[in-house]
């Protein structure tokens, strides 16, 4: 085997599924009303009797941020991710008191409850973008890698001492099918994080693993949901054991 195929070899057992969002515009006018479907602004599912999400801080309403029905996403799926007792989940955010990582609250439901509530008076705080999904394979990125493998780091190492990531990115790149993301990038769902400042994986405070990455969402100027200045994003991570554990991490340029 060269050091190519060995390379391959050693980065095959870590590929984990992942699913890709892209967003449009939604053009659907009568989209305006909640639904148990898949989008991000517009209005949220919300349950009869359940209150608009406040921030902890500062008592401000939070902003929705996107919703999603795991019913809808393209297989194959990790494990963890289809074993949650809930199907659809509405993301909100505080921006308001400036906490970075901003407060956040994740509502979870069971989408065949049919309980939506005809009064969602908050006004939509950006128009309603469609969220498509793609099934992909994604791998660590370089820099973590050595928390996974021995072997993988020092067989790169070996292979060009000048630029010891060459030899992993060629072959990780080729086992993704990697392209550059496209434009309209949303976001990914299970798999591993697209770092853009190293790993900050953060550990279970219950049972100390490392938690998995629940989703990662980028910037999109066009809604004016950004994160922080520059390239951000944020990440969610829970503890499969653990689900009430979670954190969010934020990371920018
Ligand atoms: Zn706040
Ligand atoms: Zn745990």
């Known amino acids: 085997m060269n050091n190519r195929q060995q390379m391959e070899a050693l980065l095959k057992p870590l ?10 515009p939604d053009k659907d006018l009568s ?13 949220p599912y919300i349950e009869d009797g359940e209150s608009w999400p406040e921030c902890k801080e500062c008592h401000q309403a939070m902003e929705f941020v996107f919703q999603m029905n795991l019913q809808e996403l393209p297989q194959p799926i990790s494990k963890e991710l289809q074993n949650f007792e809930f199907d659809l989940f509405a993301f909100y955010v505080c921006r308001a008191c400036e906490y970075w990582p901003p407060f956040y609250e994740l509502r979870t439901y069971r989408s065949d409850s049919k309980k939506i509530s005809k009064l969602t008076t908050r006004p939509r705080l950006f128009p309603r973008f469609n969220i498509e999904m793609k099934s992909k394979l994604s791998l660590p990125d370089w820099d973590g890698i050595d928390e996974l493998s021995d072997e993988i780091p020092s067989l790169s190492e070996e292979s060009n001492s000048e630029e010891p990531w060459e030899l992993f990115e060629v072959c990780s790149e080729r086992l993704v099918q990697q ?16 770092w853009i ?7 279970c405070n219950k049972c100390g693993k490392s938690m998995k990455l629940f989703f990662e969402l980028g910037n999109v100027e066009e809604a004016n949901l950004t994160w922080m200045d520059f390239l951000s994003a944020i990440y969610l991570f829970y503890c499969p054991e653990h689900f009430e554990e979670q954190e969010l991490v934020l990371q920018s340029t």
């Open 179 to 194: 392209s550059d993301p496209p434009e309209n990038w949303f976001g990914v769902v299970g798999g591993y994080p697209n």
């Open 197 to 203: 400042q190293g790993d900050e994986t953060p550990i």
């Open 31 to 43: 989209a305006v009303e909640a639904s148990v479907s898949s989008y991000f602004g517009g209005r």
């Open 15 to 24: 590929l984990l599924p992942t699913v890709e969002m892209t967003y449009s």
